[in-house]
Nanobody
Framework: QVLVVESGGGSVQPGGSLRLSCAAS????????VGWYRQAPGKQREFVAR???????NYADSVKGRFTISSTNARNTVYLQMNSLKPEDTAVYSC?????????WGPGTQVTVSS
């Protein structure tokens, strides 16, 4: 069983930055893709960013130019660097690690952006 854990969430003022981390039990060096998603209260979960094994990345339009997804060389952690945060970025952020065409979710980490 693959256990996925996110960390790095917290409270920040508008314009601030946070870096989220996504790690899985053991190593996730052979991931096919890792995606970050978020869910705000009363809203459906939405796609934020994704990185593939070949380091291809893509982003939701709402975060382009502000968020950056990356992985360590050992591929044991995937990061989501979030800059210029806005109140509308407030949500629970979860990562999904795809291994063997199966996606594994973590429990999520809360990000709150408010003044």
């Amino acid at each position: 069983q693959v256990l996925v854990v996110e960390s790095g969430g917290g409270s920040v003022q508008p314009g601030g930055s946070l870096r989220l981390s996504c790690a899985a039990s053991g190593t996730i060096f052979n991931f096919e893709a890792v995606g970050w998603y978020r869910q705000a209260p009363g809203k459906q979960r939405e796609f934020v960013a994704r990185i593939t094994a070949g380091d291809d990345t893509n982003y939701a339009d709402s975060v382009k130019g502000r968020f950056t997804i990356s992985s360590t060389n050992a591929r044991n952690t995937v990061y989501l660097q979030m800059n210029s945060l806005k109140p509308e970025d407030t949500a629970v952020y979860s990562c999904n690690v795809v291994l063997g065409r199966v996606g594994y979710w973590g429990p999520g980490t809360q990000v709150t952006v408010s003044s």
